[in-house]
């Protein structure tokens, strides 16, 4: 159970509070409501991009990084299709530095042609690193387009290719800034032995002037229905073929949402999950075999994996997996295994409310997600679901023409 | 805009730093069999944390891989249970474990709600003291782990980083050796389970449980492992084995098929107990230890070339190693290597400046305090520490050493450790 206190500033700024008696740290969260979604289909990668220049100054923070530091914080940040979230855990006595430069980068950041230079030769290098120079790096650049034609899901943060990113302009940075990061965009949660009040005081007194900007009001695409099987083929220089199987499941907002994620779990919810006995223990097929969901605001992806033991006929291996498939639309799972997973996603949640920054994060996500109560109301929707639920979910998720197949196969 | 604005934000906000920590509370208690239990109560979340720690590392083993599969086949099947019931039981209580092993300690770890403590460690006891090996669960092991292995060595910066330390320690020194995807098929039952009679037992062997711990929790430890004495294995005596370092100072490990190159660049230092440990690890920080460091500031903040590069202080039992790592694009490796040897000799020659020197202090304090904050890193530094027979007195101390650093002994240490014709330059990648 993690307590809160909701404030929302003049400026439309949403603050979530929450006190850890128990940490001598403070965590700062601030989530803005921008992501890759939100990224002109000609100019991919930026929301990802943009990250890395909220780290170059801003007109009072030379910079940010060195005065965090000195206050003995440290910080990062990632970006998603959805939104883009920086973090600092710092000593607690300091909180007020961690405001002071999370402030001062909302209001005036310091894009300069400099540091957009630098940040794109440093996303190129991790474009390479990440994605193209790592053995399957490069699966989600190529299931994304299968899997959605018209979504801006249909690209990875990084973006399409590398020549988005070299084609970003400063005047591109500076539209994107106004555009997204104005305070009623963003959400910051704060973790630290403070009482409410005296926190809601510091962030309006660093927050509180920052002026209002009108609201992001980004159109994107909704994905149609998929209608037909996709599959695509590649080779690589991998040791093991991988086959994935990715499949439309609903939005984050729908009670389902919950349904598929159990589901991943009784097939891949640790070594005595179905995929890992009946297929990578019990065939001499796989080497390892997962499930899992993207987690999206809008339709999303349920995702079947497995990497094939040398010389496997993939048709076999790809007809395994589909029986297990198969079993999950046609048999209810008993009262045993559905209790076993659920405890298994209380047991996550409760681990995840031992660290103040994962609280912190956690409280502007739920936030982003339009509904904070969730933060404590989720687990009831897992204890709700039966095993009807789990079959009926499992028959309209598990339909072939929702289906996108990658074959990575691999050639020497 | 700016006229708007009241609040004077020019002005960094005051800050201060501890120049004392309040250290968590360990209750150091001796079990009825010899073996030691480190308790740390961090109370507020209902869950556990127990592991245990085994001077078992790959450094006892005469044969590749036969450390890391005994560990990683604990979980495998017992004299009670066969592995599926050990996997459901576990599965079906929210439990977790996680296994590590690096060259000296093996170590085995169980995340638990408070509730299902007891449960958890009734199994737990049956997977530490009576574990099998069974052939068939070995066979599958064997078979992934191999092929894990093989994309592991398909990354350039693990390439680069087993050929340094191969060329710092030998490659027949247990630091320096690496095994091959092949030797997981030489590995049988019976090997695993030879060495796992000689070196796991409750005389080889320490415990550390955090989380939120009453007497019901300790005795329930206590009951599990704390009272006859269990495992035929000794206490480990760590033979040295002399260190025969390569005298090829650059390799190139050709990798053709890429669009980066990995540089590793390292040298044989020393291990914490050193008297100029403290003294390097700021050193070390200061060079590449953190985001903000000269290595990262340079390399990539200013001229693009990585999307990181780091330098890190690895400490083991009897020795240690400095390595600076870094993935760059294949057009960047001459000029990342150049700038590598600047901020070296810049180091050797400049004084550092007042305001790095204390903003390095201050991080570092910070980074402290987050190494025990929480009820998984706090048992993750108290293991640490006790692997190095230290408590967390050892912190304070550091703490202190650290805060005590000048520009000239930043200087000093630098010239007596870092000179460039010491270290061994590893590429993987293109030429």
């Given at each position: 159970m993690i307590e809160y206190k909701k404030f929302i500033l003049k400026n439309g700024l949403t603050l979530l509070a929450h006190r850890d008696r128990s940490s001598t740290l403070a965590a700062v969260n601030v989530l803005y409501?921008?992501?890759?979604?939100?990224?002109n289909p000609h100019k991919t990668g930026f929301a990802h991009l943009f990250e890395h220049l909220m780290?170059?100054?801003?007109k009072n923070v030379k910079s940010f990084d060195d005065e965090l530091q000195v206050a003995g914080g440290e910080s990062n940040a990632f970006t998603c299709s959805d939104y883009t979230n920086y973090y600092i855990t710092l000593p607690k006595e300091n909180i007020e530095t961690a405001l002071w430069i999370e402030s001062d980068r909302m209001l005036y950041p310091n894009i300069t042609q400099h540091n957009i230079d630098t940040q794109r030769s440093v996303v190129i290098e991790e474009f390479n690193q990440r994605y193209?120079?790592?053995?399957?790096?490069d699966v989600w650049l190529l299931l994304r387009p299968l899997a959605y034609k018209v979504h801006p899901y249909r690209w990875a943060t990084i973006g399409k290719n590398i020549e988005h990113i070299k084609n970003a302009t400063l005047d591109n940075a500076k539209c994107f800034f106004d555009l997204h990061y104005s305070p009623c965009n963003a959400v910051i949660s704060i973790v630290s032995d403070m009482e409410y009040g005296k926190i809601y005081k510091l962030v309006e007194k660093w927050f509180g002037e920052i002026p209002a900007r009108p609201a992001s009001n980004c159109k994107f695409p909704q994905e149609p229905q998929q209608m037909e099987p996709r599959s695509l083929t590649v080779e690589r220089k991998v040791p093991l073929t991988c086959i994935y199987k990715a499949y439309k499941m609903c939005r984050r907002e729908n009670p389902d949402y919950y349904v598929c994620d159990l589901l991943t779990d009784i097939f891949a919810g640790g070594k005595s999950s179905r995929l890992y006995v009946n297929l990578v223990k019990n065939t001499n097929l796989f080497a390892r075999a997962n499930a899992f969901i993207s987690g999206d605001i809008d339709e999303g992806l349920l995702t079947v994996s497995a990497n094939l033991l040398p010389n496997v006929d993939v048709k076999k291996a790809e007809a395994a997996i589909e029986s297990e498939i198969e079993k999950m639309r046609t048999e209810k799972v008993s009262e045993y295994e559905l209790e076993k997973v659920k405890n298994k996603a209380e047991a996550s949640h409760v681990y995840s409310e031992t660290d103040i920054l994962n609280k912190a994060m956690m409280l502007g996500y739920y936030e982003m997600l339009g509904n904070i109560d969730l933060i404590n109301e989720e687990l009831d929707y897992y204890r709700a679901i039966t095993a009807d639920d789990i079959m009926k979910v499992s028959k309209s998720v598990f339909a072939d023409e929702k289906c996108s197949t990658l074959y990575y196969k691999s050639v020497n | 805009m700016s006229d708007i604005l009241k609040l004077n934000r020019t002005v960094a906000p005051k800050f201060k730093l501890p120049c004392k920590i309040s250290l968590p509370a360990v209750n150091s208690i001796g079990m009825q069999n010899g073996l030691q239990l480190y308790a740390i109560n961090t109370g507020t979340v209902d869950v556990l944390r127990f592991s245990i720690v085994f001077d078992?590392?790959?450094?006892?083993?005469?044969?590749?891989l036969v450390a890391g599969t005994a560990l990683n086949m604990l979980t495998e099947g017992t004299e009670k249970y066969g592995s599926e019931e050990i996997a459901e039981q576990l599965d079906f209580y929210g439990a977790s474990i996680d296994v590590d092993i690096d060259r000296d300690w093996s170590c085995i770890t169980f995340y638990s709600l408070a509730r299902h403590f007891e449960k958890v460690m009734e199994i737990a006891e049956q997977i530490i003291k009576y574990p099998v090996f069974p052939e068939k669960e070995l066979n599958v092991y064997r078979q992934n782990h191999k092929q894990q292995l093989i994309i592991e060595r398909g990354k350039v910066s693990v390439i680069a980083g087993e050929t340094l330390v191969s060329a710092l320690f030998g490659e027949n020194h247990y630091y320096g050796s690496f095994a091959q995807p092949e030797d997981y098929d030489k590995l049988n039952s019976h090997i695993l389970k030879e060495f796992y009679e000689q070196h796991y037992s409750s005389k080889n062997a320490f415990m550390v449980v955090s989380g939120k711990i009453s007497d019901r929790e300790i005795k329930t430890v206590s009951d599990f492992f704390g009272s006859a004495a269990w495992g035929k294995a000794p206490k480990a005596e760590a033979v040295q084995q002399k260190i025969i370092s390569s005298p090829e100072k650059t390799v190139h490990v050709p990798k053709t098929d890429g669009v980066q190159s990995a540089i590793s660049i390292g040298k044989v230092l020393f291990n914490k107990s050193h008297c100029d440990y403290f003294g390097m690890f700021f050193v070390n920080t200061v060079l590449g230890?953190?985001?903000?460091?000269r290595l990262m500031k340079n390399i990539r903040e200013e001229k693009g070339y990585t999307y990181g590069i780091y330098s890190n202080m690895a400490c083991m039992k009897d020795s240690g190693y400095l390595v600076i790592s870094a993935e760059v694009g294949d057009k960047y490796v001459k000029l990342t290597l150049e700038e590598i040897k600047n901020e070296i000799l810049r180091l050797q020659r400049q004084k550092i400046a007042k305001n790095e020197l204390s903003l390095v202090k201050n991080y570092i304090t910070g980074n402290i305090l987050r190494s025990i904050d929480g009820i998984w890193k706090i048992a993750d530094t108290c293991i640490d520490l006790l692997q190095i027979n230290?408590?967390?007195e050892y912190i304070e101390q550091m703490l202190d050493e650290v805060l005590k650093i000048t520009a000239d002994r930043v200087l000093d240490l630098a010239n007596r450790y870092l000179d460039a014709d010491t270290f061994t330059t590893v590429i993987s990648g293109r030429r």
């Open positions: 409501k921008v992501g890759a979604r939100s990224e780290f170059s100054g801003s193209l120079n790592r053995p399957y790096g | 078992a590392g790959t450094r006892y083993q005469r044969q590749f230890g953190y985001f903000g460091s230290a408590n967390f």
